[in-house]
């Protein structure tokens, strides 16, 4: 129940989201255009908009959405942390990485990008596990740190290839690793769909034995989880998500972190529901930050990453001062 | 149906646990006894796989028990560990539901069956949990968390049980409680128990063997009175103890005598 009303809510916000704009169109006339009809009240230029630069940007934007928040739910249940997220493990700044050294040394290539920032993610997500990993497994703060040590690391890697760039693409790149969902690509698209689909059937699959990873290793060993198998997996999975999202519109902050908590909240912590609902709300969140991105300083365009921050920020220090242990 | 063959665990240079040998059979409690670091929870440890021994073999069902499955062995044999530590807003009977998860007959969303549920609630009626079934696990006092833990061993279906110091954040009352649920399922059906505790008195009262540990071997093993005795237990733990028979069971009754008194006599 919940969850249909959840899509439901999805829907609206898409069709919302593609009427609304720097130009704007006639719901009606979206709505007709959006349901396959060909006579619609729509001039062939607000049909260009609407098929060719809206709707692929709505669509990435669910997608990227889709990728983070069950990321973020996955790495939380299997870190054991509440605070765990992509951007701020570092594990965003990974992705980027690879995707840069992909588009300054294979250039060319479609594929390189993706899968470039797919061994960013898993290299970052693997050091990051293994520098928090302590005696008695990863404490909150001591991976938070970890993830601090990590994203300044790979964000002076990040520098490092900006300066050896050509000065015009620099612009586009700063904007870029705020997150950007405007650069897509029908390819990338179709990566960040075919990611997120792989991504959270793999991560739903595992949801059970997250359940008990989520209250400690030992005992989820105990009670009969391969937690070597289903680390790895998950870890995998929840790289390939990060990697497709960051791949196609840059590292997009804080969505891993507020998406699931807000679902927890009125799920509670099962990860069978926590997952599936963090998709689904993770694409309705980051469609709203996109809408609002590009339309508060319309005709002029803010990073997406910058509102997922704005609203991402306050609620990490908030999370933090409340205490890990009795987070939401 | 569980059994140590000489097992020894090193870390590094040290030794925690050296030659020592443990037959689990149906129907018996076995306490370990020993002062702190005496290698007690890590021979528990090894009985399930979780540390892996350095020399010896771990037998279950007459087989190794590195050749069967995690969910197998999970099936056959429960862990009581020491209070969980958890993070995230989880229910009671959420988290004894977690006890299905080797065993669950699954429907085809990934969801526990009847049978599975019901399992769980009888674990948490058992364990006095009934009416906390909604109630956050980090909400709960140490104590009812620690009954939430053996709830949740509970409704593995399990045959053995190896606890690791089950009573040491209950109650009088709760204690008693804790190990005589253990004791009746060893009485009723084929269980049996295998229980690292500090309690000496608890021990006598509900094993039918004890083993004393010292230094990572074992030091003597039999009936609680062939081995509490003020002999044994000063050789132990080096402590001066006064033994006699408890006025009603009947079993050792371990009395330390302190040298200093704290409260001056009246």
């Known amino acids: ?328 | 149906m569980l059994e140590a063959k000489n097992i020894t665990i090193q870390y590094d240079a040290r030794f925690a646990v050296q030659g020592v040998s443990l037959r689990v059979e149906p129907g018996k409690v076995i306490s370990i006894v020993g002062p702190n670091g005496a290698g007690k929870s890590t021979l528990l440890r090894a009985l399930n796989g979780n540390v892996k021994t350095t020399a010896g073999e771990v037998i279950l069902d007459e087989r190794l028990l590195r050749s069967h499955t995690r969910r197998a062995i999970a099936q056959r044999v429960a862990v009581v560990a020491q209070e969980a530590d958890v993070r995230f807003p989880v229910t009671v009977f959420e988290f004894v539901l977690g006890g299905r998860y080797a065993g669950a007959n699954l429907t085809a969303w990934g969801w526990e069956s009847g049978r599975d549920i019901e399992l769980a609630q009888n674990a948490i009626a058992e364990t006095e949990l009934a009416g906390f079934e909604s109630r956050l696990m980090n909400e709960l006092s140490g104590g009812e968390r620690q009954r939430a833990v053996l709830a949740r061993a509970l409704a593995t279906e399990a045959k053995i049980f190896l606890l690791d110091e089950p009573t040491a954040n209950l109650d009088l009352a709760h204690q008693a409680t804790m190990l005589r649920l253990i004791r009746s399922r060893c009485d009723k059906s084929d269980s049996a128990a295998v229980v690292v505790t500090h309690d000496v008195n608890l021990a006598a009262e509900f094993s039918n063997e004890v083993m004393l540990m010292k230094d990572g071997r074992s030091v003597a093993f039999g009936s609680p009175r062939e081995i509490l005795t003020e002999q044994l237990l000063k050789q132990v733990f080096g402590l001066q103890v006064l033994v006699d028979a408890h006025p009603v069971s009947g079993a050792p009754r371990v009395t330390p005598v302190h040298e200093m008194r704290s409260v001056p006599p009246a």
């Open chain 1, 1 to 328: 129940m919940v969850c249909a009303g959840m899509l439901l809510l999805l829907v609206i916000v898409f069709v919302i989201s593609s009427v609304v704009g720097a130009q704007k169109l006639s719901l009606s006339g979206a709505l007709c255009a959006l349901t396959g009809k060909a006579s619609c009240s729509l001039s062939a230029e607000e049909r260009a908009i609407l098929f060719d630069i809206r709707l692929p940007r709505i669509l990435l934007a669910g997608a990227v959405g889709t990728c983070l928040a069950a990321a973020g739910a996955a790495y939380q249940a299997l870190l054991r942390n509440p605070l765990a997220e992509p951007y701020l493990l570092g594990v965003s700044n990974g992705a980027a990485v690879g995707t840069m050294v992909a588009l300054v040394f294979f250039g060319a290539h479609e594929w390189g990008r993706p899968v470039m920032a797919f061994g960013g993610a898993i290299a970052a997500t693997f050091l990051v596990y293994r520098l928090a990993r302590g005696r008695a497994g990863a404490s909150p703060e001591r991976l938070i740190l970890a993830g601090v040590i990590v994203t300044t690391f790979l964000s002076s890697a990040i520098v490092f290839i900006t300066t050896v760039m050509d000065a015009t693409r620099i612009r586009s790149f700063t904007f870029w690793l705020l997150g950007d969902l405007s650069g897509t690509t029908s390819s990338l698209l179709t990566v960040a769909f075919i990611a997120a689909a792989v991504g959270v059937i793999a991560l739903v699959m595992n949801a059970r034995a997250l359940n008990l990873m989520m209250l400690g290793e030992r005992d989820a060993f105990d009670l009969g989880v391969e937690i070597g198998r289903v680390r790895l997996i998950v870890f995998a999975a929840a790289s390939l998500l990060v990697g497709a999202s960051v791949a196609s519109s840059g590292s997009v902050g804080y969505v891993g972190l507020v998406v699931p908590h807000l679902v927890r909240l009125s799920f509670g912590s099962d990860n069978r529901l926590v997952i599936p609902a963090a998709a689904i709300a993770g694409a309705t969140f980051v469609i709203v930050a996109d809408t609002l991105a590009r339309t508060v300083i319309a005709p002029r365009e803010l990073p997406v990453g910058a509102i997922t921050a704005l609203i991402g920020a306050p609620l990490f220090v908030y999370l933090l001062k409340r205490g890990t242990a009795a987070v939401v």
